[in-house]
């Protein structure tokens, strides 16, 4: 036997099916800092009219409202930070979930017992998504649209189905 012919477990498979999943975030800095500086110009100019009006204590509130959406903002701004990664290949179904505040959490499952669960609605359409092995229940794709949801489940489903079939023997590649 030669040592083209061991099997080496450390050797890369082909990946069926990758997708990094990230919150949808609608406002970029440049947007977001625009925005800022057109509410804290309203702020400001509109305080100042209070000012000129005798009523000061009003300045000081109109500074407020300027830090609570900066304060929001930032705090959407981080919470964005949040990722899903998800990866299929014949031998392993890969979750890794990164939290805003960087904790990471991995769950790797068999792709042969994985079953895909979904909860729909009449209405709305796919609500949750879910990943079901031996008795555990992942919640995946949690960012996701309804519609987004729909076409994720079915590249994955396509994926699970392929690692299922196997490894095909190609001999011209």
Known sequence: MTAGNDFDPGLA?????????TPHRSLNRTGFLVLMGFISVVGFAAGLAFLLMGAWPVMGFFGLDVLAIYWAFRVNFLRGRASEDI???????????VSHRGHVIEWVLNPLWVQLDQKTHAEFGIE????????????IASFLGPDEKASFAKALLAALQAARRGPTYNPLS
């Open 13 to 21: 498979q082909p990946e069926l099916f990758s997708a990094l999943l």
């Open 128 to 139: 949750k998504l879910y990943l079901v092995s031996k008795g555990r229940r992942v919640s």
């Open 87 to 97: 990866s299929v290949t014949p031998s392993e179904l890969r979750v890794r979930r």
